[in-house]
């Protein structure tokens, strides 16, 4: 059983997203519906009734033109680790029935379609929007079934959904290193099918704590940030942005105070836990 | 609920919650069950057949 | 014994005591829950193994290299192939969505005729026997009547084995009209030829340049290969400078270093003033200019006519009245110029607004002659077709050669057009003016979906019905085949052997494979085989012309050098394919880089028509009539071509471009609110060409006065998840034809916007 | 013949009247049902709820019906705990409305969850750290409680009461009945509470958000207090309203005035506590996550500060004062002014509490989500409403619910 | 509307006696017992066979690496599970017996190219990613530890699936109330995961290490 120990070593598992580098393509998102099953409608327009795992906002800095600037922001199931650091995200505590719960050894936040009853309490303890209910049963037209991957289940009318990080990939990058005889995977043996399709590389993947990982690096940037920092969330996505309106577009700032303060005092208080 | 069920741990919430609630539960139970068996044995005690007055 | 209502009432309770001490209810419940988790309407993929195969997409012409995961025979997810040279790695979204285009509604599952009137929808399912021998009575007929060269084909592209195949068809049958769909490829191919003396495709080596000042081109929202611009851009390191010049705030405007917002249609004059800066302060590359072009400076011709030379020209475009025509202050003109001049390697793409006119990429294209970088890494260069298509010449006969000779029906070629190598756009009018019988008998529809793409889409629809026989090969029920008499469904990308040529604006020369990764789902035919069915069944000169026995034995003796390595690594780059130096890259008259294109069809004979000088807008319609300039936009989320959208890349389109069944117009809140429009109202849409509801949403970052439709939606085909939404944008724009090259010249209109 | 279904003693209407009635109120209730239907059988795409709007009119009408059926849960603990003789009278009543109520909100739960089959997940694979399994809990007990309550006002029915079994199950259930009670008292203290809590504890959602004690948000006490407080004035509202209906008189004024006065002082320290909780709120906590208290009322067709004037002054206040004041309680006007304000005030803290909490956005780029019910919400809504009705003119008709009635209306 | 007509209705019938009442109870107890613990499990569960009786024990004779001869690991180090004919055939194109079943193989699908629909018994809900490797590669665990000793039958018993849920019965397990220690082979409800993970692990698992 050593080895089921060391496999257990806590990870924390997450998303840095350089803003400067997206271009808004849709590509992540469109990777994520062909990857994770994400059934689609003929009318998508109310994007409060369409189901997306990881949605690209456009956001602008609200100045006339010419002084327009726009900014896409990717927005995936930011898997929060909770104010205290400790998997108390939004959502699991409120879920009755634990069909979402906080993996201790990825940091990924599970939701569990099967046990799922539709009671959406998560969606509205989720202040991202980044769960979404299945309000119709699912349908694929003509033989579009067949282009359904097996490795993510299909969910069901009722139950709510959310991005996994594509937690299946780890659960496959684990059998190959079972297989092989190895107790860790490699960075890129495990990376979620938007941040494999970010045609500009403006994503990218890895353990949070692991010094070798790229997102280790990124994540403590001076141009990182989160989104809705403020409410104590603690996201495990975070953004590069060299320009300080988009970062004020991802908080709240009273009068007078200015994003910067508000990133330096996160920076303490991370580097206290 | 029981602690044959996958989700359930032997914790302070645990405990607390859900003593709470088979204590609120034993309560009525038996309550209910006290309630029964004396009307069984009033009816039984009375002459059967004979029309009930009110008291 | 008294068996009363009591006793009834006691046995019931007892089964109902028993019946919870039975696992029934527990069981029932806790099945009943399973049952819910587990809907049999709710579908649950088949497990295997998976195996990726890789093949190149041919959605587009931007032929990217994919890797696509397969599951028991089952296309599951398409990936980039991260060692194609073309895209390494990089997908567009409709790339990705191909598995739904693969077994998605808008198939057509068997070749079909007509059975009700045209454009009704209703079919009825054929055999491939019958498809084949119908299309072929009618050529035959056409043929018996000495007229094949009422007989026209339109494809895509003009390059790989089916274009050729189809082309060698068309020769031996006797037709010239083999017209290529428009595109942005058309002006740049001209002005190749033209400067150059090459005929070839313009290739841009954007990897290795360190500024790109690009006029209008949608690099980064899906113009020409989206896959390879991306990867690209992915490189690009702090040091590269992208400038994007258009009027409205696209993905690649709000991605480039800078934003140059020139009126729309005068990019010609901001490159001509851009010149005018980088001549006056002698900032060019003199080496090239003084040693490698001709009509730079003032010229005499041999009968000693003088003639203007370019550095004339752009003495007429100083940076004031450039500001004037552009919009742009003079001053941001001059350090636009020297930052241009002054970069390492830097380089001018044209392709703005759709296609771009003649006179507008040779202005563009002047640039990077100045600055000598071409055929220079991070420049341009000729892209020459590799010669793998070299089979003999074929025997034809008299019928044939008499139907080659006569001109073709788009009048590319012709005196009027002489230089121009596909003119789509010219058909419509050519067939709605003809009187009495249509000069194109048949059409044969190879690609593109010219019913949808085409400009002023009413006059080609009535064009279309002039045709007597109309026959598509399309994979999808996209518009023209709607239109069709006769379907003869090619296999789609994913389940057919193809060739995939190097894409335009590459600067290798390249062949890519694409392959079946899925068995054939339908009973469809590939393009190639059915012509060569048809071949045979005509006989004769024909038969022998396309002696193959199916287009994968033509397929595999066209590449029989190259096939070893397209099976092994799906694509093989040319090693013997060098950009040669300066002196010898120029096959023109003069020998030289051609600043006065002297091979240009110029009726006038005038210098200033010869030259890329600047017209003044030619955008139609009546200012009075219609204050507002429409432009289309290109969005990387909604296919603007012959493929329609597929459901995912519909369902990524924010609420504000698609709403249900409306488009949002962009528009400047300054021109909502002198127009009297607030976010979400519908609004009519009129344009010389036609009219459309609209909704509107205000965009800080378009230019006032302007108003801009996404290209792509407005279909009335292809499947239930598109057809519908939105409008044609290519419906509201008419037609403008250059004069001397009968190329678009804008693809923008004037256009009035009213309330609903 | 046998023995009559109608109560000693007392008058109703004829059976072909009440019949006509039961038939109108029936086919509103038909309505609801064949709504309730094709919730269940289409899906929740029958309501105009999104992902924004997860929680939307059912929960509201849960978290309403609930807090108007604390009447119930509040006589009782202050009939058999406190030991307030006069409210026996009215007890019977309260307590049938409580298990409208309840019963009301079971049904509207089951009808607001996505897969009504596991529903019963809830309780098997509880999380005892979610305020909604609390709330399913303590509601679904306190419902048997409710029940048990109920009963024996059933087997009073003079035709049940004549079978041996079942009157001596209705005397010895009135024999314990302050056990049943206070555990309904207890239960629902929580209940009340958690329900509070649902909105309190979202620490995502600013304007839900509360600090609080160990586990519970100061939303968490608000609720039960407000309970407390509008149940009563509820049960007097609607005991008023029946007596309208009726024609009769059923409850002795000097009740309704003892009702009234114990409302308004819970009326009245609820609000002084909600009061300084909106302070603190406004000043600490929502500072403290970015937004001012004007970023929750402005910027939308809707929600404006009116809003928060409504609930505070014209529906907190104003009815705590009438009815704290003796004046206030003895006009019979002003009496049913402030009961009618304080009930409206918990239905607007609720509706705040649920769709304000769903309404306001987050991130700067993001705009207020605006949401309309569709009919079938409408119409399962107003299903317990039909329901109640129904439930009350039926219990009105063949229960002994008011022991005064015969007293009151002897003179008639 | 008298009371007195009434009673006088009530009084004059004969009411049957408590004990009949009783013996009406007891037949309802046992006949739903009866019916819900003997005739409900048959109901709910239909039964079929194989479509071809294989031996286990006489293939085991014959590889070389054991159950993983045929029940292998791909390279990417997913489960191949039930072979498919890709497997068989590299013996059976052709009988090497005279055996029925083998001839019904060879004839019925190796020769018509159609794959055994072989009924799996521990087949897991689409809900559940299970990872062999953990199991038999991370944790040498023998495979009879949770599919018995199948390795040494003879024959494929019978299989039974719920007719409600579509299982196989081994999911739930034999015991109708999984009551008792779990049968190797016959029990792959979450709980019994849960209850091994347990002792092995000293953990239960999370969610996700099992879901899909």
Known sequence: MTKQEQHTRTKRYGMVIDLDRCTGCGACMVACYAENNVPFKKNESDKMLSLNWIRVFKVDNGKPFPDTEICYIPKPCMQCDGRHMEGHSPCVSVCPAVATDYDYPTGIVSQIYTRCFGCRYCMAACPYHARKFNWWDPSWPAEMEKYLNPDVSVRMRGVVEKCSFCYHRYQKARDKAYLEGRDEIYEHEYQPACVEACPTGAMTFGDLLNPEHEVYKLSRSKKAFRLLEKLHTNPKVYYLSSKSWVRRKADNYLEGQSPGQQNNARKTETASH | MFPFIFEWAWDIPHLVFMGALWYALSIIGAGLTYCILKSLYDTATEEGGESHEHH | MKIDRRCFLSLVIGGAVGTTLTPVPWKLTDDIAIWTQNWPWTPEPEEGPSVYKKSVCTLCNGGCGINVRTVRGKAKKIEGQADYPVNRGSLCPMGISATQDLYGPARIKSPMKRAGKRGEGKWEKISWEEAISTVSKKLAELRSREKPHTVACISESDRGTVAYLIDRFLKAYGSPNFIRTPSFQDSQELALYLTQGQQGTIGYDLENSDYILSFGCALLDGRGNAGRMFSAYAGFDKKVKLVQIEPRLSDTASRANTWIPARCGTEGALALGLAHVIVREKLYNKDFVENFSFGFQDWTDEAGKLHKGFSSLVKEYPPEKVAEITGIAGSKIESLARGFAGARRPVAVSGGFGQGSLDETLAINALNALVGNINRPGGIAAVSEPDYLSWSEMKIDKTASNGRKKPRADEAGSSRFPNTGHLLYRLPEVINSSSGDSPIQALLVAGGDPLYTMPDSDAARKAFDKIGFIASFSTYMDETARHADILLPNHQFLERYEDVPTPAGVPKRIIGLTRPVVRQQYDTLHIGDAFIRIAHNLGGFIENALPWKNYEEFLKKTLSNQWKTLEKQGYWVDPEFVIPSWDEAFHTPSGKYEFYPTERNNPSGKDADALPGFKTSGIPGDPEQMPLILIPYESIRIAGGAVGNPPFMTKTVDANVIKDEDVFVELNPKTAKEYGFSEGDTAILKTPAGRAKVRVHLFEGIMPGLAALPEGLGRKAFSDYIAGKGVNINSLLPEVAERGSGLNRCRATRASLTRA | MTTPAIPEGVKRCSTGKFALWLAVVGAVLLWGVYAMFLVWYKGLNQTGMNDAYGFALWIWADLTVIALGGGAFFSGFLTYIIGKKELKSIINYAVIIGFICYSSALLILALDIGQPLRGWFIFWHANVHSMLTEVAFCLSVYFAVLTIEFLPIVLENPKLDRIPFLHHLSHNLHEVMAVFAATGVFLSFFHQGSLGGVAGVLYGRPFAFREGLLIWPWTFFLFTWSAAAVGPCFTVLITRITEKVTGKKLVKQATFRLLAKISGWMLLTYMIAKIIDTWYWAAVTAPAKGFTLMDFYTNNPVYGIWILIAELVICGLLPAVILVTRKGRENNLLLMTGVILAVIGVCINRWVMVLQVMAAPLLPFQDWYMYMPTWQEIATTILPIAYGIILIMLAYRYLPVFPQEKELNSGS | ?212
């Open chain 5, 1 to 212: 509307m008298s009371t007195q007509s009434d009673n006088q209705t009530v009084s004059s019938v004969k009411r049957s006696s408590g004990w009949v009442i009783f013996v009406f109870f007891l037949i309802g107890l046992i006949a739903s017992l009866i019916s819900g613990w003997i005739a409900f499990p048959k109901l709910l569960y239909s039964t079929r066979q194989q479509p071809i009786d294989f031996s286990h024990k006489v293939h085991m004779g014959v590889v070389s690496n054991g159950c993983q001869s045929c029940h292998y690991f791909r390279d990417d180090g997913s489960f191949a599970g039930t072979p498919t004919n890709a497997e068989c055939e590299s013996c059976h194109m052709y009988p090497m017996t005279s055996d029925p079943d083998e001839n019904k193989l060879v004839e019925e699908y190796i020769s018509e190219n159609k794959e055994v629909p072989w009924l799996s018994y521990a087949e897991q809900p689409p809900c559940v990613f299970f990872s062999h490797a953990a199991h038999v590669k991370g944790s040498d665990m023998e495979c009879a530890t949770c599919h018995g000793d199948i390795g040494h039958s003879d024959s494929l018993r019978e299989y039974q699936e719920n007719r409600l849920t579509g299982y196989s019965r081994d999911i739930w397990g034999y015991n109708m109330l999984r009551m008792g220690e779990a049968k190797h082979g016959q029990r792959h409800k979450m709980n019994d995961c849960a209850a091994c993970h347990l002792e092995e692990t000293g953990s239960k698992g999370d969610c996700f290490q099992c879901h899909k």
